[in-house]
Nanobody
């Protein structure tokens, strides 16, 4: 049993910043990759950023957010963060924290947090 709880969403002006947090609880030994997706109205859910554990954590980003967003994690707090800078109106979406079991057989999702960027 794995549970994910997001926080930190809100309304900001273009050019502003937000930091999203996701606390992961339960059987964390069943977790491999950790990351963030988002879904805008009328659009499919898309990958924003992912951390894949390895010899060192590997972070990957959607092209649209490279250089503006940073994903990180605090293992002691079982928390994943998404620092979002230089926000654009196109970043407006519901952001979902997710975690993946080893091998990708199971995906876990948070409830989502709304991010709205005004022009």
């Amino acid at each position: 049993q794995v549970q994910l709880v997001e926080s930190g969403g809100g309304l900001v002006q273009a050019g502003g910043s937000l930091r999203l947090s996701c606390v992961i609880s339960g059987n964390i030994f069943s977790i491999s990759a950790r990351g963030w997706y988002r879904q805008a109205p009328g659009k499919q859910r898309e990958l924003v950023a992912v951390i894949t554990p390895g010899g060192g954590d590997i972070s990957t980003y959607a092209d649209s957010v490279k250089g503006r967003f940073t994903i990180s994690r605090d293992n002691a707090k079982n928390t994943v963060y998404l620092q979002m800078n230089s926000l654009k109106p196109d970043d407006t979406a519901v952001y979902y924290c997710y975690a993946r079991s080893p091998g990708g057989s199971l995906n876990y999702w948070g409830q989502g947090t709304q991010v709205t960027v005004s022009s």
